[in-house]
């Protein structure tokens, strides 16, 4: 009866370790898969990174020429009649290839920054086009004073 008792031990034992093994095969096969989803998340997230990334720094191009195209608004009386004749939202859409001349992608993404700013102080007064507004006479959305049109047609 002991030699039966202790081979009962031995099969229970070689039971156990093949429930033992059997678990560890799933369990792995668990944290395989896992990390093939984490992976995949990551991967997911990343994508979705990059193409925040470049969206942002189309944006801050188009922002860049629409900032070109204020400042050069500002050179004459001409410049500024013809900026704000017909559509102004013409300048952000008819965007050429590229940046404007003496523009970096790094120094777009810090002006970005500033104008995020002023958007959120809503201090709108202090930037080239708010400026160019107040200097139309246009001051809360409403023009403030009647304009001498003669002095902002394009010559």
Do not use: C
């Not at 001409?78 to 102004?88: L, N, T």
């Not at 300048?91 to 500033?114: L, S, T």
């Not at 201090?123 to 409403?142: F, N, P, Y």
């Amino acid at each position: 009866m002991t030699a039966s008792i202790e081979a009962w031990r031995t099969r229970a034992e070689r039971a156990e370790a093949a429930l033992h093994e059997i678990q560890m095969k799933q369990v792995r096969a668990e944290i395989a898969e896992r990390e093939q989803l984490q992976q995949a998340e990551n991967e997911r997230k990343a994508a979705e990174r990059a193409a925040a990334e470049s969206a942002a720094l189309e944006d801050q191009r188009i922002s860049s020429w629409y900032n070109h195209r204020v400042e050069q608004a500002q050179t004459s009386d001409s410049a500024f009649a013809e900026f704000i004749s017909g559509d102004i939202g013409r300048h952000r859409r008819d965007i050429p290839e590229g940046w404007p001349e003496g523009v970096e992608p790094q120094a777009a993404a810090a002006a970005a920054v500033v104008a995020e700013r002023a958007d959120a102080t809503g201090d709108l007064a202090e930037t080239a086009l708010g400026k160019l507004l107040i200097r139309a006479g246009v001051r809360q959305g409403r023009v403030s004073h009647v304009v001498d049109r003669d002095r902002y047609k394009p010559q």
